[in-house]
């Protein structure tokens, strides 16, 4: 028996990868490797990211909802009595307890990204009451080609394994790609709830992060102080700015780096002091913003 009984539980198997809880990356083979993990941006998630080619999954269901992207290959597995192929940029969405299996669809094998979702965690991000008898829905096909969405839950999924120290970015790309799953594909059909605007709250958060620009903060960290639960505050925060949480603080880092360049401080200094994870970092985002370098800017200061 494997560690799949992280995220769920496993039929009799005729053959198993070897998995680990941490950050190891473990194979069974050389051509079949696995890395499974939980992100510290969301607590009760586990993530999955792996290459197959000749590992064959047995039957096996998972208590969480299984949403994922194939990010190369194409994969095929039996659910819901059919057979499914989701091939490059298949957005997979399996409901909790949906008997599965899954291998590689052609000798080049498939590599793909999973994150297993608890329903709690779901209805929070789908905003609903606390206390609601209302269940986040389910997936009546278990493979959809949605290229936006697939973009952005790809992006969601790849920051949380090489960024984890980006908490507002993590926690921002994936509920909004998750309300975008549930809303586009799960039935009932979810209809997000009208927010009533609340500019005080809103002021208090962006205060918030004026005070604090440099600082690795959380959603919940925010929420909690402005009183709200975090996934609410998410979305009031962007229909109210149009722009997620993480949006309006990158935009006070960059300004923050400006002004720490035109004052003189090295680019090092700049990217450190405005909350940049490094120089290279910085220069991403300055440049895309910009349209010039940081060094660049210098330059023209100098001038």
Request: net charge positive.
């Amino acid at each position: 028996m494997t560690l799949l009984l992280i995220v769920g539980y496993a039929l009799p198997a005729r053959q198993q990868p070897i998995f680990a809880v941490g950050n190891w990356v473990v194979s069974h083979m050389a051509e079949d490797q696995a890395r499974l993990w939980r992100p510290e941006a969301f607590k009760g998630i586990v993530l999955l990211t792996a290459r197959f080619k000749n590992f064959a999954y047995s039957r096996h269901v998972h208590e969480e909802f299984g949403i994922g992207v194939v990010e190369q290959g194409t994969q095929m597995f039996r659910c819901h009595g059919q057979t499914h192929f989701a091939a490059q940029g298949a957005v997979i969405s399996l409901n909790p307890d949906a008997i599965h299996d899954g291998r590689a669809a052609t000798e080049a094998g498939y590599r793909y990204r999973m994150a297993y979702v608890p329903a709690e965690i779901i209805l929070e991000a789908l905003d609903v009451f606390p206390g609601s008898t209302r269940s986040p829905g389910y997936f009546r096909h278990p493979v959809a080609f949605d290229p936006e969405l697939s973009q952005r839950l790809l992006h969601a999924l790849r920051l949380m394994e090489e960024h984890p120290h980006d908490l507002l970015a993590e926690q921002s790309s994936f509920i909004e790609a998750i309300v975008r799953l549930f809303t586009r594909y799960a039935e009932p059909r979810y209809v997000p709830r009208r927010f009533k605007p609340n500019p005080a709250v809103v002021r208090k958060a962006c205060d918030l992060i004026h005070g604090r620009t440099a600082e690795n903060l959380s959603l919940q960290e925010i929420a909690g102080e402005v009183g709200v639960s975090r996934f609410h505050f998410l979305r009031l925060f962007k229909a109210s700015t149009g722009l997620t949480p993480h949006e309006y603080l990158l935009l006070r880092r960059l300004g923050l780096a400006k002004s720490l360049i035109r004052q003189g401080h090295s680019l090092v200094r700049a990217a450190h002091e405005a909350g940049f994870a490094d120089q290279s970092h910085m220069t991403r985002r300055f440049k895309a913003a910009y349209g010039v370098t940081p060094g660049q800017y210098r330059q023209a200061l100098l001038a």
